[in-house]
């Protein structure tokens, strides 16, 4: 909090709600490490290697956009089973496979 000017733009930016300024507006210290605060994000481990890559909540979020898209159900299966991957898995991953399925879908529903 000792960088913030309180402009309010992260809050009006955030994509998620997840920020919100509030009413205090007297903060002062006499320490400024006061000003400091920390979060702790339990991180995800890869599905395939184990290695911890991504917040927990990032992916969480990421699905549920996923879920609300408008994507053919089989292409947000396939996309959901890698959330939980690694990009080192991914790019080991197979994805001509993916890129084929959703151009099958999107023909088909057209
Ligand atoms: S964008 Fe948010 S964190 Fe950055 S200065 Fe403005 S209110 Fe503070």
């Known amino acids: 909090m000792g960088r913030c000017i309180y402009c309010g733009r992260c809050e009006?930016?955030?994509?998620t709600g997840a920020i919100t300024l509030s009413p205090d507006f007297e903060l002062s210290v006499m320490n400024k490490q006061d000003l400091f605060e920390q979060a702790d994000y339990k991180l995800a481990a890869?599905?395939?290697c184990g290695k911890y890559f991504?917040?927990?909540k990032e992916i969480e979020y990421a699905g549920a956009l996923l879920r609300q898209s408008d994507l053919p159900e089989v292409v947000k299966t396939n996309a959901g089973a890698l959330l939980n991957i690694c990009p080192e898995c991914k790019r080991k991953n197979d994805v001509s496979k993916m890129v084929n399925l959703y151009?099958?879908?999107k023909d088909v529903a057209r």
């Open 12 to 15: 009006e930016v955030c994509p």
């Open 46 to 48: 890869c599905h395939r």
């Open 54 to 56: 991504a917040p927990v």
């Open 103 to 105: 151009q099958e879908n």
